[in-house]
Each structure stands twice: as C-alpha cells, then as structure tokens.
C-alpha cells in the first residue's frame, strides 16, 4: 500500500483498519457516510432471527406455558361469628342488624363546585365581556382615562392570570391582575383608589356570579347527606374569594356546607 499524505488523508475509522486490495481506493468521507446510511436503513428491515444471525446467538425457544388440569372450584371460606362480627364492626357497620360501636369510614365529603354542583346558563366569554364593559364604564365614570377598548384588556388579563394559575399552582387574584393592567396603563398604586379596583372587579364578575345555577337535584342529595350525618365542604379554584361567597350565597348553598373555600382565599390551586 502506497504512503499518503497525512494532511490530506481522511479521517481515520474502523473502515480504515481493512487492507486495501491493489487497486483499490480508500473510501471518502462522503462516500462512507452514504454506505453508513444505506446499511442503517437496511438493518432497519431486519427481523429478530435475521438480526441474531447476523449479530448474536439464536434466540431461545420460549418455555412452553405450564399445564395446571383443569382447576376445581373453591369452596366458599367459613368465618366463625366471632371474626364475623369484628368485619361488622369495622368495616361493614351499615349492615341491617351490624353493631355501631366505631366511627365511620367515611365521615365527610368534598365537592368541587363548577359544572359539579352548579352550571354556568350562558357562555364564559360571554359573561366575561359584558362583564368587562361595564367595569371599564365604572371606572371612566370615576374620571380615569382609559384607553378605547379598554375593556378587551380586562378579559385578556383575567385569561392570562388564569393560565399563569394553573401552570404555577398558586392563584393569582383577580384583584392583582386588575391593579397589574391599570399600572401597565399608567395608573400605579400611588394613583389608585383601591376602593375603586375592589369594585370594578365586582362589576365584572357580576354577569358571571348570577348566571350560576344549582344542577338538578342538588339540594335533594345535600339535604340527605346533611341528615345522614356527614360534614360537607365546597372547594373550587377561583381567582376571586369574595365573588365565589357570594355566589354560594346567591344560591343558597351557604345551610348545607361547614366549609365553602375558594383557591384565592389560600393562593394555591386544589389539583
């Protein structure tokens, strides 16, 4: 084999271990990435008996599945009336005639309330831009100077800190979102009444907080659990505490629970 350059020789690869026979030509890089490439595509198409030809040990036969008979039916176990009346007890109370000596199982219950107790009669979207213009007309008649169309900003905001909330898991208010967009308008904390903020989100949420209505039967199946004895709490991820209690209020679920609790009391999200 003939001596070449090492400045211009290609680089060197498993390839270049092989003697070259005379005449031959050593492959290109070029060339041996495209015979790389076919050889790829084509172990690709192999099977697993053409690939443990090539590459490995055949593969080993599989054990043939273990023959048990035929299995007999079971005689149903006996428990004595002592172990009996210990299930009874602990975990089968609510049987006719089982003793009540523990407490129950289950002692509580959690409902979500969006589309779980309650349903919303019109769309969000909806709900959300009336609510939205008629926020951006309380606050222009208080003598702020508001851009036009100022109140798609509202939506957009509360959308925005809605996603925001679900990717971190801790609530953004709905009253921090509202102070964030009139500061990016030029109203800072300085300048902002907060009485005025405070009721300028009511006003929008107002649409959305009335056109809840309770699913059927709801206050039936409340009312039983109610005299059956469980404590009941409602829990919903909401960006505006004061708005979800007056919605419980509005509906009149406030009898039936000993906990109604919204995510914006906490500022963490229920998952």
């Known amino acids: 084999m003939s001596e070449t350059n090492d400045d211009a020789s290609p680089p060197s690869s498993a390839f270049d271990d092989f003697e070259l026979q005379p005449g031959q030509e050593p492959l290109t890089p070029e060339e041996k990435e495209r015979f790389l490439a076919r050889v790829r595509g084509e172990g690709r198409t192999l099977t697993s008996d053409e690939m443990y030809a090539l590459f490995g040990p055949p593969a080993e ?24 009346a210990r299930l009874e007890r602990d975990f089968f109370y609510d049987l006719e005639g089982a003793p009540h000596a523990g407490p129950p199982l289950v002692r509580g219950i959690i409902f979500d309330f969006g589309d779980t107790i309650a349903a919303l009669t019109r769309p969000l979207d909806e709900l959300m831009a009336e609510g939205a213009r ?15 169309d100022f109140h798609t900003n509202i939506v957009e905001a509360r959308r925005f800190a809605e996603e925001k ?15 964030f967009l009139l500061q990016f308008f030029g109203y800072p904390a300085s300048r902002l009444d907060p009485v005025v903020l405070q009721r300028a989100v009511d006003i929008f949420y107002a649409p959305e907080m009335t056109a809840w209505r309770l699913r059927s039967g709801v206050p039936d199946v409340l009312q039983s659990l109610r005299a059956a004895g469980y404590k009941l709490a409602l829990m919903t991820n909401y960006n505006c505490d004061r708005v979800f209690q007056r919605t419980v209020d509005y509906l009149r679920l406030r009898p039936y629970f000993d906990l109604c ?3 914006a009391s906490v500022e963490y999200r229920k998952a």
Do not use: C, K, N
């Open 134 to 148: 008629a926020a951006d007309a309380y606050m222009r008649s208080t003598g702020m100077e508001l851009p036009e």
């Open 61 to 84: 036969p599989a054990a043939a599945a273990p023959d048990y008979g035929a299995v007999e039916e079971m005689a149903a176990a006996t428990i004595d009336a002592d172990r009996l």
């Open 165 to 179: 909330s679900a990717e971190e898991a801790e609530e953004h208010l709905a009253d921090d979102a509202m102070s």
């Open 261 to 263: 609790l919204s995510s």
